[in-house]
């Protein structure tokens, strides 16, 4: 590892702390270094807070050093007004001479006018160092700015022979069924907080009445996603709580928009999949989890519309039931949460 991986890998590692919090934003990291010594750091924690340099410059306590020092940063700083003023303008005013970037920003508002702009001011600029790393880091901005669509996570629980839920019982029977263990049950709640929203059909609402939030976890709740073709949900359901964002596929609106619940009408005649990302972007959500049921995740799989999956198996035998999507193993990772086994599996298409 050269010196210029060393800190772009520190940039990384701080950029991680922004997951769930930074978006539309990407996550961002950056380091300062003088004569191999790092004078100041920071990360981008919040859309319309500082960004990362701005963090990074604060933290440096004897200024006149930024004008001998080198600034990495793990994605390319921005060249435009938005919230905040351009990073870019920040490293000029402080003629900061070497900018070092990891990957550049593929926002075309960016896209590298923010090299151009330090090349320009005399900076003397250095690109692609982990690159890969730094695109993989913020994989869910890039496929929503290259891909005009969110990351898309599919997310299940089957039973050691591959059902999702036994054979159904009468209502006076139905109790809950849970396939996992509590810690893999608290790990997804960690991860409904680090995506921006999550998705499911409307027999996993009507079944279950879910509240699909992070009640084991700290972080901020996704937005919710419904489909509900012929609006069978309950209105006294928990997800037209307007506790946070959410967003109701229909086929005709009988219901009235609030201020946290909108809804959408698609035309569930045709391909309903590319009309869900449409208003999903529209809606600047950069991630989603989808968490069934059985004919959401595979309608998701069948259009190879995901980027990843994530697979629980545990313990139970149900025989019968509802059966399991069915997914291509492509890149595999597996590992045991106790009695659980999880896979991940990467689309790379």
């Known amino acids: 590892m050269n010196i210029h991986e060393k800190y772009i ?7 991680q702390n922004g997951l769930g919090t930074t978006y539309p934003n990407p ?30 410059v604060k933290s440096v306590k004897d200024k006149s050093l930024l004008k001998k020092a080198t600034i990495y940063v793990s994605l390319e700083p921005c060249s435009h007004f938005g919230k905040t003023p351009p990073c870019c303008d920040l490293i000029i005013a402080n003629e900061i001479p070497n900018v070092v970037v990891g990957t550049v ?23 692609g160092v982990l690159e890969d790393e730094c695109n993989e880091l913020n994989k869910r901005f890039f496929t929503f700015h290259q891909k005009k669509r969110p990351y898309i996570i599919l997310k299940w629980a089957e039973s050691q022979d591959g059902f999702l839920a036994p054979e159904k019982v009468s209502d006076q029977e139905r109790k809950p069924i849970w396939i996992t263990n509590q810690y893999s049950r608290q790990l997804v709640h960690k991860w409904r907080t680090e995506e921006q ?21 700290s972080g901020n ?17 928990f997800v037209f709580d307007n506790s946070v964002k959410t967003i109701v596929f ?40 989808i968490e069934g049921g059985r004919q959401t995740l595979q309608s998701f799989i069948d259009e190879n519309l995901w980027d990843e999956a994530r697979v629980f198996r545990g313990k139970s035998i ?8 069915i997914i291509s193993k492509k890149e595999i ?3 045991n949460i106790l009695s659980d086994e999880l896979t991940q599996i990467r689309n790379h298409d």
């Not at 449409?278 to 809606?283: A, D, F, G, P």
């Open 9 to 15: 890998k520190r940039c990384i590692e701080l950029a």
């Open 27 to 56: 996550m961002v990291g950056s380091v300062i270094v003088y004569e191999g010594k790092i004078i100041g750091e920071g990360w981008h924690k919040k859309a319309g807070e500082p960004h990362a340099e701005v963090n990074a």
């Open 105 to 127: 920003d593929p926002n075309e508002k960016v896209a590298g006018k923010g090299i151009l702009k330090l090349i320009e001011a005399g900076a003397n600029v250095t690109v």
């Open 197 to 217: 929203a999550i998705l499911v059909g409307t027999q996993t609402v009507v079944d279950d009445n879910p509240k699909l939030n992070a009640r084991d976890w």
């Open 221 to 237: 709740n996704p937005a919710r996603v419904i489909v509900d073709r012929h609006n069978r949900i309950n209105p006294d359901s």
């Open 250 to 289: 229909v086929s005709e609106n009988i219901k009235s928009s609030t201020e946290n619940t909108q809804f959408e009408i698609i035309d569930f005649n045709k391909n309903i999949m590319p009309q869900i990302l449409e208003v999903l972007y529209q809606n600047q959500i950069q991630s989603i989890i």
């Open 318 to 325: 149900f025989k019968n039931g509802t059966k399991a999507p």
């Open 333 to 335: 990772i597996k590992t």
